[in-house]
């Protein structure tokens, strides 16, 4: 069973679209969409949620009035100004560093691990989808993502499926770090803009921090086909794979709007060419 992840350095350069399409093409796997702070694969997907789990975050702390002496103390080492006048605590503003906790002579502070999300097992026409949700505000997005890949690596396992496929978070942020460690090779999709090929390089630093070696997939190549040209002089520079091109298709939009991947929706140039794709990358493997 291999495990592997489409991820992109910036949103918005198509990295879910071609995740649906690859979750068609290949027969035998488990899907994780590990964007949990704006999952959208199972808006293609739609699938049938099988088991739900709640997700506790980082801890918040809560004052005990009963005990409080009111000393105020914690409110004046409080750099996040998260408690009030009559010492009750903000769970927005608290960034549960923990300080006041430590600090507080009468030992009034408790500190209560946070509901911070969801995570979800779902049945979907391509098979099983492990994907969660943070809900507004929260953090700690890096350690859902790591439930999520654990998730899906034991029901990967469990079926006895040939690919784990990650659909990755934007960016090179906290979950992006989840979701790339232990990887050997990650899917990443780039679009043809300056701010494209700037985010291509960062997550490419990335990957070269973690080991991970980049397959390249530059998306809707023909709306600038010169800034194609350099990123793809660029990734051989730094020692990757430019496996493939996806021209610009209107069919792709079409696609979502009725909640199929392109490959479902029928034959098209970005189809073809998303299909292209992953059979350079078995041949590869083989």
Request: charged share 25%.
């Amino acid at each position: 069973m291999l495990e592997v992840a489409v991820v992109s350095g910036k949103g918005g350069t198509g990295k879910t679209s071609v995740t649906a399409a690859f979750a068609t093409i290949v027969k035998s796997k488990v899907l994780a969409d590990c964007d949990v702070d704006a999952p959208d694969l199972h808006l293609i997907l739609q699938p049938e949620i099988l088991q739900s789990s709640d997700f506790y975050g980082m801890k918040r702390a809560y004052i005990r009035l009963d005990d409080c002496t009111w000393c105020g103390i914690c409110r004046e080492y409080c750099r996040f100004d998260a408690i009030s006048e009559d010492y009750v605590v903000d769970p927005i503003a608290c960034d549960g560093c923990e300080l006041c906790y430590h600090l507080c002579p009468e030992k009034a502070i408790d500190l209560k691990p946070t509901l911070a999300g969801h995570w979800y097992v779902a049945k979907s026409r391509f098979g099983t989808l492990v994907y969660g949700m943070l809900e507004i505000g929260e953090e700690n997005s890096g350690k859902l993502v790591t439930v999520i890949r654990k998730q899906g690596l034991f029901l990967a396992q469990k079926e006895k499926a040939d690919y784990l496929l990650v659909d990755g978070p934007p960016g090179t942020g906290c979950p992006v770090n989840s979701t790339l460690s232990g990887l050997k090779f990650a899917f990443v999709v780039a679009e043809p803009t300056q701010s494209g090929a700037h985010d291509l390089g960062r997550i490419l630093d990335l990957m070269e921090h973690f080991n991970v070696y980049p397959l390249v997939i530059v998306n809707k190549y023909d709306l600038n086909e010169e800034v194609s040209r350099d990123i793809e002089k660029y990734v051989e520079q730094r020692g990757g794979t430019v496996l493939g091109r996806i021209p610009f298709d209107p069919a792709v939009t079409k696609s979502m709007t009725e909640g199929l991947s392109v490959v479902e929706y029928g034959d098209s140039p970005a189809s073809r060419a998303i299909q292209e794709v992953w059979k350079k990358f078995e041949a590869g493997l083989n």
